[in-house]
Structure formats: structure tokens, C-alpha cells
């Protein structure tokens, strides 16, 4: 089962996760390297949000990732959401 997370960033992203950043990519290659994270992203133009792609069976493994994303420890994420996503081409299944 695949799942979408997005976030909408704070102004002035791009300064302010700086500090945070290397820590947020270690964070989500771990997960891409356990198969857990297919892809990820932010959106560009402006860079306001991104989105990252989770193969998992529930929730539960992409609620844990948000509470230990730096980004949203430290009040960079304004909002995030989890949708479901049916995938119909690609993927695995």
C-alpha cells in the first residue's frame, strides 16, 4: 500500500532548514534504503511544501517519521497530511 505524505513549509524555507537539513535527508535515506520510502521531494517554484511517497501497511510508520523529522520538531512543517494513494501504473503491484 502506498501512502502520500505532504507538508506545507514556512516562509523562507530555504534559509531556515539549513541547520536541520542534513539530519532530515539521513532520516528519510535510512527509510528509502529499508524500502519504506519510495520517493521524496520538495516542490519548487516556490519552494512552499513537499512530498514524500511511503510503501507501508498503515500510518503508523509515517506518523513516527513526522515525529522525528527535524523539519517538524522544529516548527518548519506549518501543516502535513497523509493520503492514500491508489497507485493504477507503477509500482510493484
Same mark, same amino acid.
Given at each position: 500500500?502506498?501512502?502520500? *505524505? +505532504?507538508? &506545507?513549509? /514556512?516562509? %523562507?524555507? *530555504?534559509?531556515?532548514?539549513?541547520?536541520? !537539513?542534513?539530519?532530515?535527508? #539521513?532520516?528519510?535515506?535510512?527509510?528509502?534504503? !529499508?524500502?519504506? /520510502?519510495?520517493?521524496?521531494?520538495?516542490? &519548487?517554484?516556490?519552494? &512552499?511544501? #513537499?512530498?514524500?511517497? +511511503?510503501?507501508?501497511? %498503515?500510518?503508523?510508520?509515517?506518523? $513516527? +517519521?513526522?515525529? $522525528?523529522?527535524?523539519?517538524?520538531?522544529?516548527?518548519? /512543517?506549518?501543516?502535513?497530511?497523509? !493520503?492514500?494513494?491508489? /497507485?493504477?501504473?507503477?509500482?510493484?503491484?
Amino acid at each position: 500500500m502506498y501512502y502520500v *505524505l +505532504f507538508y &506545507d513549509y /514556512v516562509e %523562507d524555507i *530555504l534559509t531556515k532548514r539549513a541547520p536541520f !537539513r542534513e539530519q532530515h535527508l #539521513a532520516l528519510i535515506r535510512q527509510l528509502h534504503e !529499508r524500502k519504506q /520510502v519510495v520517493m521524496g521531494g520538495a516542490f &519548487d517554484n516556490p519552494v &512552499d511544501g #513537499a512530498m514524500i511517497i +511511503f510503501r507501508a501497511d %498503515d500510518t503508523k510508520p509515517i506518523e $513516527s +517519521f513526522v515525529a $522525528s523529522d527535524p523539519y517538524a520538531k522544529n516548527g518548519l /512543517v506549518k501543516k502535513w497530511r497523509i !493520503r492514500n494513494w491508489n /497507485v493504477v501504473i507503477g509500482g510493484e503491484g
